[in-house]
């Protein structure tokens, strides 16, 4: 089993910065994707980005390609959510997930996740 806590949740006025992390536990595997997604109240779950650990290439929604940025902290086993020029409609419950299949779906769409954090809260003020 992999456990998922994410951080870094809170209050920002629009325009605003966030920084989001993810760290792992648990159970490693020899390679395998995070993902980042967001639930905003009355909808569904979105996804946001993907990093593949081993190399560390991303992959981000249209939504929020140019202002999220997702890293990966290796001897930490964290991942990170940089969130730049921040808008009310990225008010959302953000979500860390791994998966251990990666495939091009993973990457793009965030398809196939084993495993998920329970999500921070992001509240963006207009």
């Known amino acids: 089993q992999v456990q998922l806590v994410e951080s870094g949740g809170g209050l920002v006025q629009a325009g605003g910065s966030l920084r989001l992390s993810c760290t792992a536990s648990?159970?490693?595997?020899?390679?395998?994707?995070m993902g980042w997604f967001r639930q905003a109240p009355g909808k569904e779950r979105e996804f946001v980005g993907t990093?593949?650990?081993?190399?560390?290439?991303?992959f981000y929604a249209d939504s929020v390609k140019g202002r999220f940025t997702i890293s990966r902290e290796i001897a930490k086993n964290t991942v990170n959510l940089q969130m730049n020029s921040l808008k009310p409609e990225d008010t959302a419950v953000y979500y860390c997930?791994?998966?251990?299949?990666?495939?091009?779906?993973?990457?793009?769409?965030?398809?196939?996740?084993?495993?998920w954090g329970k999500g921070t809260l992001v509240t963006v003020s207009s």
């Open positions: 997930a791994a998966a251990t299949v990666i495939t091009r779906a993973t990457l793009e769409a965030g398809y196939g996740m084993d495993y």
């Open positions: 648990g159970r490693t595997f020899s390679n395998y994707a």
């Open positions: 990093i593949v650990w081993s190399g560390g290439s991303t």
